[in-house]
C-alpha cells in the first residue's frame, strides 16, 4: 500500500458592567500582533479554492462533493465522516492525482505570500494545517516558504494499482476536533505562549482554545455560523498586514 505524501479571547468584566466588544477585538488584534505562532487553514483561506472539489471536478463528480464540503464547513456533520463520504465518492487514483497537482496548482489567495513573508521576517512560526491533502498542501507550503515539517494534513493511500484505498485514519486532521490537537501539540513541542488559528471553516473556529486567539477569514468564501462567532473577521490579507503595522 502507497502511503502519498471555543470559546473567544473574552475580558473578565464585573456583572454590572456592559463587556466592550471593541476591547476583546483590540485584545485579539494584539495577541495576532505578538504571536509566537501563527496558524492558517489552506482551503478557501491560503488558497482560493478547496482542494477537493477542484479534485472531485477533476474526477467529474463535482456536484455531489461540493454539497457535502458545505455541510463539512459548516458544521452539520462531523469532518471525518464528511471527508470519508467525499472520497468515498471521488475515489481518486494515483495517477489522477498526479495528474490534478501538475495540472491544477492551487491558486493563492491575494497578497497572502507577502502576508506570510511579513511575519516571517518578524520571526514568528508559520503553521499550514489542514482537513485536505498532503499532496496538494506541499506544493502550497513550498511555494510559501513553509517548511514542510510545518505543515499538518491529510494522506490518501493507494494500493498497489494506484488505485484508491482510503486515507490515513491516525492523522489529527481528519477529525473534528483535529485542528485543535494540533495546535495543542504545537505549544506542547515548542513552548509557543501565544498562537493564533486563521481560518474560513467551523473546523478552524474550534481550534480556539487551545488557539488563544481565532480570526475569521472571508476572502474567499463567507461562513455565515463562522462569522457570526468570529471575534475579528477579517476579508482580505491586507487587513492582516496593516494590523500588523499597527501601534501596540
Known sequence: MVLLPIPDVVQQLPAERTPDPMATLEETKQLFRTADAVCFDVDSTVITEE??????????????VAQMTLKAMGGAVTFKTALTQRLGIIRPSQKQVHMF???????????IKELID?????????????????CIVDNVAKRLNIPPNHVFANDLKFDLNGDYAGFD????TCESGGKGKVIALLKERFKFQK??????????L????PADAFIGFGGNVIREPVKQKS????????ELL????EES
Open 169 to 172: 485514519e491516525t492523522q489529527l
Open 101 to 111: 497537482v501538475a495540472d491544477y496548482p492551487p491558486r493563492l489567495t491575494k497578497n
Open 231 to 238: 471575534m475579528w473577521y477579517v476579508t482580505s490579507c491586507t
Open 195 to 204: 498562537v493564533v488559528m486563521i481560518g474560513d471553516g467551523a473546523t478552524d
Open 51 to 64: 482542494g477537493i472539489d477542484e479534485l472531485a471536478k477533476f474526477c467529474g463528480v463535482g456536484e455531489a
Open 206 to 209: 474550534e481550534a480556539c482554545p
Open 242 to 245: 496593516e494590523a500588523l503595522e
Open 118 to 134: 511579513r511575519l516571517h521576517e518578524r520571526d514568528v512560526k508559520v503553521f499550514l494545517i489542514s482537513g485536505g491533502f498532503r
